[in-house]
């Protein structure tokens, strides 16, 4: 039984490692965003920048340790027994919970993650041993737990929120004003102050936030304490002038440099600080171990008040996990999923929205738009137009995937972000108050956002859907975490032989699970049958870019129509459900082709407007095909899955023999346009009579079989709805067909006829 502790040990020591990386994934965003998302610098540059600052910051790390020793529980009041039971749940349920995150593309905080597993697991364990006493009750819990650090996160964490984007946004809005979008000319004559107040407030959160705290403070101490006003003086007038001979001598803005250093010391005081978050408790583990193996007290009997002393941490530790914070920063493919949640939500033109509208978004949507309309009624027209000139973008014309190409930001606003994270974080600092970077880069980073108009009437409720997602995930976070870590302290508890070795098996499978979906996930490979989008400014090009989205809409369809017949003569539920999906992504492929129709009449020339007409009406019968394979596939899934009478024999006999022949028509749909033997179109449209003919003939045939002998109310709704729906998708392939017929005859005869006058006859 002595074993098991050093077993525990080795496993919290290897999820450690495994936490590290789970936790920069997530944090990543906190001094990666600004500078990936301006694209001020090379993706190479930001790297190698955010590497030294994590590096230098974890090797430089914080007596911040001391939070998972004895911040959140007295240590006093606990054995060595209960203590590793303590921090083995904690370790389990934070890497577990980061990783949850990182796979959704959430970003959340670290250290309430950690704080509240610590918190969770205290109770829990509190409970069960005031459970077990006779003079104890409830009202001691306060004896086993620091109730006071618990209430001040939580309070940092909801004044963190609102402050942030609050500051975020009034700093933005006058940075805008002053420089407006056309920012570049009044940069030349403005960036060196711009400059040195953004390096000298960058400058004085490395020194506050970085440095505060860590084994090589007390040499600094006496020169920074009670001289904060000098360094600040003499930071402004420092970089002020660095700013100027930068832009004089090498020409570029100083926004290169602001950006640069305000990821690097981001980077620097995540590292720093965080660190605990990811290998405090493992340290804390160690340090137990060690004082109990000297002991040789009973495991059950050892006090744990030695982790009441303050123990500096170990250089070798700290360096291997700086080591393997850049590694996982320069490899981590959740990182870069993380990172493009905050970017797409702050993004100054059109993206593809990743978070769906809700109740709560489109109500804060509302009231906004109400209180812009009474601030416009207050404010005179003539500031409300001086004011509107400084918010004035540049018009330029770009397709969507262009838009998203491009910078999700300026340089302006990426500036702004780092300065403004970096002061409210130093200011918090020297305050004393706790809170999470997480919370703050984000929020300034929205903030701005809201104050540089990128949350439009097009965008909003989108925008501001993805805001309230990723705040209540981070309550979420202290919840689950506080519940997750009670609950497996408990089955720890209960069993620890038996439950520590299936609680570690199931955390490495869920870990391999999760890895293994999102790697599939983000894959970047496009399906050969996928839908894209056309960029011809002809109707000649159109026509030829969508004859291959008609061949692979012709594939799927076929597939999707022969499925929901096979599901239903099977009663294969499996198929139906996987069917309902395929239907479901082909018409999400249309409804994104849909979406481009503004981008796309952008972009044609004014001697091709007519191809805008025929790529609107291929879209519209496009849509109205996967509606009929939509209502087939599912109708078809409903009934099996409400477990009706299975379609009689004849009745499959008939479907079957209508998705033979739909399949013959749908295979030679798709050759025709697979090798643009546009001619073919002709003979497809002179067969149509035949297979309208069947469907109709196969109603007849129904509406006799009802008269006389069909019992089943539910099959022979279901049946007639399969004849019309199949119906409709006839009428809308031939639609389709006949459009392209059409539009293919007049944009080839002018030319064939001026080209060969005779091989128009032959």
Do not use: C
Not at 155 to 173: D, L, N
Not at 208 to 231: R, V
Not at 584 to 591: A, F, G, H, T
Request: a neutral charge; charged letters at 20%; zero cysteines.
């Amino acid at each position: 039984m002595d074993n098991i502790y050093l077993l525990m040990l080795i496993a919290i020591t290897v999820l450690a490692i495994a936490d590290i990386v789970v936790g920069v994934s997530n944090d990543a965003i906190n001094f990666l965003n600004s500078a990936i998302g301006s694209k001020a610098i090379s993706m190479r540059t930001i790297m190698i920048v955010a590497s030294l600052g994590i590096f230098i910051g974890a090797v430089f790390s914080s007596g911040m340790m001391e939070v998972a020793r004895k911040g959140i529980f007295v240590p006093a009041m606990f054995n060595f027994e209960e203590i590793m039971y303590i921090f083995m749940a904690v370790m389990i349920t934070d890497i577990l919970l980061l990783d949850f995150f990182n796979t959704l593309g959430l970003p959340t905080s670290t250290t309430v993650s950690i704080v509240f597993n610590l918190l969770g697991a205290a109770v829990v364990m509190s409970l069960i041993k005031i459970s077990a006493s006779d003079s104890q009750t409830f009202a001691n819990l306060g004896d086993y737990i620091n109730t006071k650090k618990a209430l001040e996160i939580i309070r940092g964490i909801i004044m963190s929120v609102f402050i942030a984007f609050t500051v975020g946004a009034i700093v933005q809005w006058v940075s805008r004003l002053v420089f407006t979008f056309h920012y570049e000319k009044k940069i030349k004559n403005f960036g060196a102050i711009f400059g040195g107040i953004s390096l000298a407030a960058i400058t004085y959160f490395i020194f506050l936030k970085g440095l505060k705290g860590t084994p090589y403070y007390k040499d600094l101490k006496d020169l920074l304490e009670g001289n904060e006003l000098l360094i600040i003086l003499g930071s402004l007038i420092f970089w002020t002038l660095f700013s100027f001979g930068f832009q004089k001598v090498f020409k570029k803005t100083i926004l290169l440099v602001v950006i640069a250093v305000g990821t690097f010391g981001l980077a620097l005081a995540f590292s720093g600080n965080d660190l605990v978050n990811f290998i405090g408790v493992p340290m804390a583990a160690y340090h137990s171990y060690e004082a109990w193996i000297g002991s040789g007290v009973d495991a059950s009997m050892f006090s744990m008040e030695v982790l009441d002393k303050k123990v500096p941490a170990e250089p070798l530790l700290l360096f291997i996990a700086g080591g393997i914070m850049v590694l996982t920063l320069w490899f981590s493919k959740k990182a870069k999923t993380v990172a493009e949640t905050e970017i797409s939500l702050s993004r100054q033109g059109d993206t593809h929205e990743k978070f769906e509208p809700n109740i709560l978004s489109r109500s804060v949507v509302k009231g906004s738009t109400w209180l812009s309309d009474v601030f416009s009624k207050i404010v005179p027209v003539s500031t409300q137009e001086k004011i509107g000139k400084s918010f004035e973008k540049p018009d330029v014309v770009l397709t969507k995937d262009q838009s998203i190409n491009v910078p999700a930001f300026d340089m302006i606003r990426a500036s702004v972000n780092l300065m403004v994270a970096g002061v409210l974080i130093a200011i918090a600092t020297s305050m004393k108050l706790p809170l999470s970077t997480t919370y703050v880069t984000f929020m300034v980073a929205m903030g701005t956002s809201f104050a540089d108009r990128a949350w439009g009437r097009e965008s909003a409720v989108y925008r501001v859907a993805g805001v309230l997602n990723v705040i209540g995930g981070w309550f979420g976070t202290a919840i689950g975490a506080f519940i997750a870590a009670g609950t497996v302290v408990f089955l720890i508890k209960w069993n620890p032989s038996v439950m520590t070795p299936i609680l570690l098996l199931l955390t490495i499978i869920l870990l391999v699970r999760n890895y293994l979906s999102h790697k599939e996930s983000s894959k970047k490979v496009v399906d050969e049958d996928s839908l894209t989008q056309a960029e011809s400014s002809s109707i000649q090009g159109v026509i030829h870019e969508s004859a291959n989205n008609i061949a692979n809409v012709v594939k799927r369809g076929n597939k999707i129509y022969s499925s929901a017949i096979d599901g239903l003569a099977k009663q294969d539920l499996v198929l139906l459900k996987k069917n309902k999906k395929n239907i479901v992504k082909l018409s999400y492929e249309i409804d994104e082709l849909r979406d481009n129709i503004f981008y796309f009449i952008k972009n044609l020339d004014e001697s091709s407007l007519g191809a805008s007409n025929f790529y609107i009406n291929i879209l519209g019968y496009l849509q109205d095909m996967t509606q009929s394979l939509e209502y087939i596939s599912k109708v078809s899934h409903k009934h099996v899955n409400n477990n009706h009478k299975k379609l009689k024999f004849n009745q499959i006999k008939e479907l079957k023999q209508i998705d033979q022949d739909l399949e013959s028509l749908f295979n030679t749909t798709k050759k025709a346009f697979d090798s643009r033997s546009f001619e073919q179109i002709g003979a497809i449209l002179n067969n149509k009579k035949e297979i309208f003919d069947l469907v109709t003939e196969k109603i007849q045939i129904q509406v006799e079989r009802t008269r006389t002998e069909e019992s089943s109310p539910k099959n022979t709704t279901l049946y007639f709805s399969l004849l019309l729906e199949t119906k409709d998708l006839l009428t809308a392939t031939m639609n389709l067909l006949q459009e392209y017929h059409n539009a293919h005859d007049s944009s080839v005869e002018p030319a064939t006829l001026a080209s060969n006058p005779e091989e128009e006859y032959t």
